[in-house]
T-cell receptor, first 115, second 114 residues
Framework: AQSVTQPDIHITVSEGASLELRCNYSYGATPYLFWYVQSPGQGLQLLLK??????LVQGIKGFEAEFKRSQSSFNLRKPSVHWSDAAEYFCAVGANGGSQGNLIFGKGTKLSVKP | ETGVTQTPRHLVMGMTNKKSLKCEQH?????MYWYKQSAKKPLELMFVYNFKEQTENNSVPSRFSPECPNSSHLFLHLHTLQPEDSALYLC?????????????FGPGTRLTVT
């Protein structure tokens, strides 16, 4: 069965510092991978996605993620964090050719940014 | 309106009330979803509609009743809810064409059951 693990529940970084949020997935074939961000009281906004091709994908708001098949990981990175990046981040995996609606979400990582 | 909209944004209801949540997508998608998001729990997929047909129901109690009159509108009818049903209810939509595509989410309805 597919699963997603985000090992860090809460991370605090200083403004201007670099950021890496971890995501590990379990899936038998090449997965479709997504990162979403959720600000308090809001819905989820898609940051980036990986379907195939270049394993380093660029997203909105200066985020990028790298798909590493050997490590079953899809970590999210940003070189310099801004205070407005404080939010909760969700990694999700979808089946390649699987049934519709089959997006499995991790439990999320809450990011705090200190001045 | 653009994207996915949800109304109301906040709802407080008693356990004997009947209310409905509404979702509308303006993206030309053909699949819509209801999710429940509770504190400290992962997103729970409740219902999936593809081309207006319900294709998934993840063992959701019958006090939640979905309705999808067309591919742009989705409702969640609520009756005799329990306090543990208090949560953020998120609607999402996507294009489904035989594989999984990204889902676009609405802002959610914050439901409090008293």
């Amino acid at each position: 069965a597919q699963s997603v693990t985000q090992p860090d529940i809460h991370i605090t970084v200083s403004e201007g510092a670099s950021l890496e949020l971890r995501c590990n997935y379990s899936y038998g074939a090449t997965p479709y991978l997504f990162w979403y961000v959720q600000s308090p009281g809001q819905g989820l906004q898609l940051l980036l996605k990986y379907f195939s091709g270049d394993t380093l994908v660029q997203g909105i708001k200066g985020f990028e993620a790298e798909f590493k098949r050997s490590q079953s990981s899809f970590n999210l990175r940003k070189p310099s964090v801004h205070w407005s990046d404080a939010a909760e981040y969700f990694c999700a995996v979808g089946a390649n050719g699987g049934s519709q609606g089959n997006l499995i979400f991790g439990k999320g990582t809450k990011l705090s940014v200190k001045p | 309106e653009t994207g996915v909209t949800q109304t109301p944004r906040h709802l407080v209801m008693g356990m004997t009330n009947k209310k409905s949540l509404k979702c509308e997508q303006h993206l030309g998608h053909n699949a819509m979803y209801w999710y429940k998001q509770s504190a400290k729990k992962p997103l729970e997929l409740m219902f999936v509609y593809n081309f207006k047909e319900q294709t998934e129901n993840n063992s959701v109690p019958s006090r939640f009743s979905p309705e999808c009159p067309n591919s742009s509108h989705l409702f969640l009818h609520l009756h005799t809810l329990q306090p543990e049903d208090s949560a953020l209810y998120l609607c999402a939509s996507s294009f489904e064409g035989g594989q999984t595509y990204e889902q676009y989410f609405g802002p959610g309805t914050r439901l409090t059951v008293t």
